[in-house]
């Protein structure tokens, strides 16, 4: 079992930043494909950014592009978002998910390819 924790969520004002992080303590984070999906009151959960194993594949929303970066700390067994230019409709909860997987440059965009969940992080954004 994998246990994941996501932390820093909060209010913002539209146009400001926020950093998310994921932790998932262990030794074998480096064979996680990890994603971050959010999931809006009344909506399906929706795909935001995962991080290939290998540390250099990414892949983006199209909504999200060029303003959120996410990023992996292999060491510290974390994954991390970077949310800028947050706009109103980003107001979600965000979770994060590892995928088991020996595939080193491949990260799905689809809920059901994830094995572990966290519970979430609230982020809200006022305009």
């Known amino acids: 079992q994998v246990q994941l924790v996501e932390s820093g969520g909060g209010l913002v004002q539209a146009g400001g930043s926020l950093r998310l992080s994921c932790a998932a303590p262990?030794?074998?984070?480096?064979?996680?494909?990890m994603g971050w999906f959010r999931h809006a009151l009344g909506q399906e959960r929706e795909f935001v950014a995962s991080?290939?194993?290998?540390?250099?594949?990414?892949w983006y929303a199209d909504s999200v592009e060029g303003r959120f970066t996410i990023s992996r700390d292999n060491a510290k067994s974390t994954v991390y978002l970077q949310m800028n230019m947050l706009k109103p409709e980003d107001t979600a909860g965000y979770l994060c998910?590892?995928?088991?997987?020996?595939?080193?440059?491949?990260?799905?965009?689809?809920?059901?390819?994830?094995?572990?969940w966290g519970q979430g992080t609230q982020v809200t954004v006022s305009s």
């Open positions: 262990g030794r074998t984070f480096s064979t996680y494909a």
């Open positions: 998910a590892a995928r088991i997987t020996t595939a080193q440059t491949i990260a799905p965009m689809r809920p059901p390819s994830y094995d572990y």
């Open positions: 991080f290939a194993r290998n540390g250099g594949n990414t």
